[in-house]
């Protein structure tokens, strides 16, 4: 790992207490690293600085100096330089730390801009909190409680203003709840790269909105919602769906691609309604794709697989097993790994491969990047299977993909997000090596991880000539053709790993139970298995949950040996990427990423 | 005392019979002499002038000419710009557009001069959307000074060129305000900018080190370098220097525009004598001396200000000199020259309706307290001219006010609870009364809605 430039620090003294920071930190942040609260709406740390709301009004002084001489002037009741107080109060989000800079959050004047601006946000505010979706994360509420003056004195008529407003396939506005803040409009500028949202008409009038002719589509339109402190902005997805704070939160990570944004999947009785970015400021800052914020609708979808099959009729897993072993007994077996599975399933599918003397395959599923969060490699666990073996050099790639990829390609991040999904669809490959053993008669077995080999360019002939053992979530033309289907779990039903892009391993949990509300247990009939104690079970290991498999990881690879499932933090931890630096890595630049140079 | 002759400098050639403003008539009088001589003179010493003479700005905030343009960013290595703020859209403020009309020669003179100064080489003409005949023969002096080489390539045979653009606003006051200019004229809303760090003078337009000043203001540098900033400085009185177009509209007997050396006229003077006094049978009630954001006076109060020497005088409205200092020093301010004068026909619940209104009209949106304050004031002296008054909201008015003043991104902030604040400060017995007062006025409901 190679440590960070330290970076200049200033002193500065908040309501009395002195603290180092880096040089140019805003008065907010500044604060928040001595516990104190600076209330802001307009302020992002990931977006320009707009000033509007008004809110972070702070008092503050600089030390004084001699304009002549510049020596310092003392204060001779304290001792200590003497500090001129700015009577006019500034704003704290367009503050930065100077030297000796003195800032005063406590005082009777800073109460009352506090509180003058609280009440002029809401003089025109309809105050629906019951039937708001933001209630119990809206920032109208929180600072309406902390710093409000706790009545109203405005007896006039309210304006009104349009409150069903659909600015794009996935958000609604309500423009009466809006404060103006401007923090969709400058996401969409300076993030998204598609400048559609804006104000017309001036004054207390003013509303948000499109440009005519134009929608909040692209596939990061979500974020605003993210980021609207109240509840003007609204997904279309989970409006009126669930109170917020019935919700339980468990970290995750999109899988969508090797960037891995770190996320929070929000659920209730093993019901999920919604994914929202979780900040990582080295991986996807506070963002992430619409797209994927749907992934969690795969969990309850018609064709999820629920039930064992062996030869076409319900089974049991220790009859699974058995049958799938016995199909390898002679050998001519081969494992098809997935970039899909974690790198605890990536570990033991190669367990698995090295006790049954099998190849191992992995399919390659690359796609054009967006070069915001999604990169090219749509599989967010490759680099995975190289740390722990599962594979030594990259699956190969269509050469007409790979040309595709090499020409620079326009910013998918603004294209509207149907667009750019099908435009971006990942092309499948990997398996010619796979296909032509099949065809050589020398692969009789293969055991698929979750990896529909149709898709990934086996032909029906190809399949009708082997046996096929399918573990997986979905059906797909591969579990219809094979003899032992064994259903397994999605990445919101289980714990594990991946290692991104960047080399970074970053952990996902358990936010629901399998498909069914039946326990992972290994007798179930019904219902899907843990992958991991299927895995173990055809490996013959004894070593089916995250944690034993962790001592066994740590054990065997040196990558991770001072590591264990516990302690990776929740940010991630990067691993040393120096051995594979001479792959073919199909990732562009995105955030935070910059491919090395080839 | 009687009034002193009006000095005029800036407005010598406005309504002079037979002036017309074509580069012929302007050069006739001795126009582009003075651009000639800036050109043989290194720009520091201009600026240096200018410094000398104290020029303060005549736009509204009043501050030092000089002192801005030894701001500018100089070592940047970006371009530097001059944008003129012809926007004049502060209620009571007509001066500029006469200059625009009657002789633009003399404001591209001006310009020339301060872009030579300050190695300008493009300048930018802010015309509000409503002057399009202003901005019309703006264009068209352009044209004519750009053909006699005083504008554009290579002017007056040195290596030096400048151009000057006219842009026409789209209507809106907040466009006066510098930065909220320099995002229209950079094609956007104009929302103004935060500052910190957005000084024009270090990032202004595109970014860019940029002056920006008023009409009047550049027409001042013309005669500063024609007679020398010391001579310049010994018109008007010491910190108050030159001269200044002073605008009188109400309820007097002669309104309209009056040149003089600052402060070296009263109001009494301005009002009594100039302006011929009140309409007859009427007597003055306030006055609202630099433009409708200004705090307004009231006729019989007085002020007790501190003289150099540590002794103090007390001046009645009718003593105080038209200069910067003196009127800052009674709780108002110089401004735009705007000067409005309300009779005792004018309840002053129902004039503060009408600059609510204006205000809430235009404040821009951005910042919590204008946007919403504004308005909210609005409804509340809407409410009690035409609905039901309480006596109380006198005191609501003021509170609304003081919590918007001081705490916005710019000085429309000021400009909007300024007018509240002093309206309640020196009338609150009349807002006090105006429940009953409408009760016993014939119709109940005074004023046409706003
Ligand atoms: C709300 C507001 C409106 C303004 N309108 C004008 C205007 O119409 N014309 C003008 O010259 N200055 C106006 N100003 C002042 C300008 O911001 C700026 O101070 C001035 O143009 C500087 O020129 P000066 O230094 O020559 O006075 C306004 C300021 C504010 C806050
Ligand atoms: S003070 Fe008013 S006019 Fe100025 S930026 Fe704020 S809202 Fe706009
Ligand atoms: S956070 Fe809105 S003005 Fe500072």
Redesign the pocket.
């Known amino acids: 790992m190679i440590a960070p430039p330290k970076p200049d620090l200033v002193t500065v003294n908040i309501d009395g207490k002195d603290i180092a920071v880096p040089k140019g930190t805003n008065v907010i942040e500044a604060a928040r690293l001595i516990g104190v609260d600076v209330p802001h709406y307009c302020y992002h740390p990931k977006l320009t600085i707009s000033g509007n709301c008004r809110m972070c009004l702070i008092e503050m002084g600089n030390p004084a100096v001699d304009p002549a001489t510049k020596a310092p002037i003392m204060d001779p009741a304290t001792g200590k330089q003497k500090i001129n107080w700015i009577p006019r109060p500034q704003i704290g989000c367009a503050t930065n730390a100077s030297p000796g800079l003195h800032i005063r959050t406590n005082t009777p004047q800073i109460k009352d801009c506090r509180e003058g601006v609280m009440e002029f946000l809401l003089v025109n505010h309809p105050l629906d909190c019951p039937i708001c979706d933001q209630a119990g994360e809206c920032k109208l509420q929180e600072q309406a409680t902390g710093y409000g003056r706790g009545y109203s004195r405005f007896i006039e008529q309210k304006n009104v203003k349009p409150k069903r407003t659909q600015l794009g396939p996935r958000v609604m506005l309500d423009d009466e709840r809006c404060v103006l803040c401007s923090r969709c409009i400058r996401f969409s500028k300076e993030i998204a790269k598609d400048d559609v949202l804006g104000f017309i008409d001036r004054g207390s009038y003013s509303t948000l909105t499109c440009y005519p002719g134009k929608k909040l589509e692209n596939n990061y339109s979500l974020n605003t919602v993210d980021i609207c402190p109240v509840g003007a902005l609204t997904s279309t997805d989970f409006r009126f769906k669930m109170r917020v704070w019935f919700l339980k939160q468990t970290n995750s990570i999109d899988t969508e691609s090797s960037v891995g944004a770190n996320t929070v999947v929000w659920s209730r009785e093993g019901q999920i309604y919604r994914i929202t970015p979780r900040r990582n400021d080295d991986v996807n800052d506070t963002w992430m794709a619409d797209s994927g914020r749907e992934l969690y609708k795969q969990v309850r979808s018609a064709d999820r697989l629920t039930t064992i099959k062996v030869n076409g009729a319900d089974s049991a897993l220790d009859i699974a097993i058995n049958t799938a072993l016995q199909l390898a007994k002679d050998g001519g077996v081969a494992v098809v790994g997935s970039g899909r599975s974690s790198v605890e399933e990536q570990f033991l599918t190669k367990k698995l491969a090295d006790a049954l003397k099998a190849s191992t395959h992995l399919v390659s599923r690359v796609g054009q990047g967006d070069k915001l969060l999604i990169s090219a490699d749509r599989n967010p666990n490759v680099r995975g299977a190289l740390v722990v073996g599962l594979i030594s050099t990259m699956p190969e790639v269509g050469p007409a993909l790979r040309a595709g990829l090499s020409s620079s390609v326009h910013s998918l991040a603004s294209q509207p997000s149907t667009q750019a999904g099908s435009e971006s669809r990942p092309h499948l490959s990997g398996l010619t090596d796979l296909a032509a053993a099949i065809d050589a008669g020398q692969v009789k077995t293969v055991i698929s991880i979750g990896e529909d080999l149709a898709a990934a360019g086996l032909t029906a002939a190809q399949l009708g000539k082997i046996s096929i053992v399918y573990l997986g979530t979905h059906a797909n033309a591969t579990s219809a053709a094979a003899k032992v289907v064994i259903p397994t779990l999605s990445v919101f039903e289980k714990n594990g790993t991946f290692v991104n892009q960047q080399f970074r391993i970053q952990k996902f949990a358990k936010a629901v139970p399998g498909p069914a509300g039946l326990p992972a247990e290994a007798s179930a009939k019904a219902g899907a298995t843990d992958d991991l104690i299927v895995l173990a079970g055809l490996a013959n290991i004894a070593a089916s949950d995250v944690a034993a498999v962790w001592k066994l990881l740590a054990a065997e690879v040196p990558a991770l040996g001072t590591m264990s499932y516990a302690n990776i933090p929740e940010t991630g931890l990067l691993l040393d990427a120096t051995p594979f630096a001479a792959l073919p890595f199909a990732e562009g630049e995105t955030l935070h990423f910059k491919p090395a140079k080839s | 005392m009687a009034a002193p002759e009006q000095r005029r400098i800036i407005f010598q050639h406005i309504d002079a019979p037979g002036y017309s403003n074509d580069l012929a008539c302007y050069v006739k009088h001795g126009g582009y002499e003075i651009l000639k001589k800036a050109v043989a003179m290194p720009p520091a010493a201009i600026i240096d002038e200018v410094k000398k003479s104290g020029l303060r ?5 009043g ?1 030092g ?1 000089g002192l ?1 343009w030894s701001l500018v960013d100089r070592k940047s290595g970006k371009p530097i710009y001059l944008v003129v ?1 012809a ?4 209620p009571g403020t007509f001066k500029d557009r006469y200059i625009i009309h009657q002789d633009p020669h003399q404001l591209i003179e001006g310009i020339m001069v301060t872009c030579w100064a300050n190695n300008v080489k493009q300048a930018y003409i802010y015309i509000r959307g409503e002057m399009p005949h202003g901005a019309r023969i703006l264009e068209q002096a352009i044209a004519e000074a750009r053909a006699a080489n005083f504008v554009g390539p290579n002017i007056l045979g040195t290596s030096y060129s400048c151009e000057i653009y006219v842009h026409r606003g789209a209507g809106a ?2 466009c ?3 930065t909220g200019l320099i995002e229209s004229l950079e094609g956007k809303r104009p929302y103004p900018r935060i500052k910190p760090p957005y000084f024009p003078a270090v990032l202004g337009l595109y970014q860019c080190p940029t002056i ?3 009409v009047e ?1 550049l027409c001042h540098v013309k005669h500063i370098v024609d007679m020398g900033g010391d001579n310049y400085a010994k018109i008007g009185t010491p910190n108050n220097t030159g001269t200044r177009i002073l605008c009188v509209s109400g309820h007097v007997q002669r309104p309209g525009y009056y040149e003089y050396e600052v402060g070296k006229i009263t109001m009494g003077q301005l009002l009594n004598e100039v302006c011929g006094g009140p309409l007859p049978g009427r007597k003055f009630k306030a006055v609202i001396p630099g433009g409708s954001s200004s705090k307004i006076l009231r006729f019989g109060e007085t002020f007790t200000l501190k003289n150099k020497d540590g002794s103090s005088r007390t001046l009645t409205i009718e003593d105080i000199p038209m200069d910067f200092d003196t009127l800052a020093a009674c709780g108002t301010m110089g401004g735009s020259g705007g000067v409005i004068v309300m009779d005792d026909s004018v309840n002053m619940v129902e004039a503060l309706a009408n600059l609510n209104a204006f205000y809430a009209h235009e404040s821009c949106g951005q910042c919590t307290p204008c946007r919403e304050g504004s308005l909210w004031m609005k409804k509340i002296t809407t409410r009690m001219v035409h609905a039901n008054a309480r006596a109380e909201d006198g005191q609501l008015l003021k509170s609304v006010a003081d919590q918007i003043a001081g705490r916005t991104v ?3 902030g000021e ?1 909007c609870s300024w007018p509240t604040q002093s309206f309640v400060a020196k009338f609150g017995d009349e807002f006090k009364a105006y429940p009953e007062t409408k009760k016993q006025s014939k119709n109940g409901d005074a004023l046409e809605l706003v």
């Open positions: 700005g005549r736009g509204g905030a501050f000419c801005k703020n926007d004049e859209s502060e006051y907040i006066g305000e510098e920006v000043n008023n203001t710019c000085a429309f400009a």
